[in-house]
């Protein structure tokens, strides 16, 4: 499987932190992307890096790639409160065929 | 534009019946792609439609099936329900493939 894992598994921390989670695969992959789910919910993107892009911000979100460490993550500067939720790491890789695969997620907790 | 719709929301099937869940893709969203969503599993993949082919299908038994309309609208199918067929069911669309998806907010079944 070429399924992302993310880590940590959950993290909690206070309104105004920040939370950095992270993503690594296993093959060369198009793009990876991250999405974030409330609750048991539809997912919602949050951002797409292509494999020939280092960095990219949204927001308060900064996304960073290393494909030679096979890696990502997702930095959520001056969290709030209405950040908990799920994040999920995507990856579109061309060995995997035209899908996504997930990883696990991370559970973050944001408290007030 | 309206986001993308699922129906029904909630489902309480009985093993051994079958199930039709429906899908409404964002206006002029030619991909759907359907995703099942266990605790045990995650996130997994399993198939997409594109222009009313089906362009990839994940590791699902036969029990699983789907079709796209020419209108874009998506419905999967699962036949001789399993308890483990218990899961949010997840539909996303996008304007071609793989980049940034729009999901639904799932459809819950539960089979007894």
């Known amino acids: ?112 | 534009k309206a986001g993308v719709t699922q129906t029904p929301r909630y489902l309480i099937k009985t093993r051994g019946q079958q199930v039709t869940l429906s899908c409404s893709p964002i206006s002029g969203h030619r991909s759907v792609s359907w995703y099942q969503q266990t605790p045990g599993q995650g996130l997994q993949f399993l198939f997409e439609y594109f222009s009313e082919t089906q362009r990839n299908k994940g590791n699902f038994p036969g029990r699983f099936s789907g079709r796209q309309f020419s209108n874009s609208r998506s419905e999967m199918n699962v036949s001789t329900l399993e308890l483990g067929d218990s899961a949010l069911y997840l539909c996303a669309s996008s304007e071609r493939g793989l980049d940034e998806q729009y999901f639904g907010p799932g459809t819950r079944l539960t089979v007894t």
């Open chain 1, 1 to 112: 499987s070429q399924q992302g894992e993310e880590d940590p598994q959950a993290l909690s921390i206070q309104e105004g932190e920040n939370a950095t989670m992270n993503c690594s695969y296993k093959t060369s992959i198009n793009n990876l992307q991250w999405y974030r789910q409330n609750s048991g919910r539809g997912l919602v993107h949050l951002i797409l890096i292509r494999s020939n892009e280092r960095e990219k911000h949204s927001g308060r979100l900064r996304v960073t790639l290393d494909t030679s460490k096979k890696s990502s993550s997702l930095l959520i500067t001056a969290s709030r409160a209405a950040d908990t939720a799920s994040y999920f790491c995507a990856t579109d890789a061309t060995a995997a065929g035209n899908k996504l695969t997930f990883g696990g997620g991370t559970r973050v907790l944001v408290k007030p």
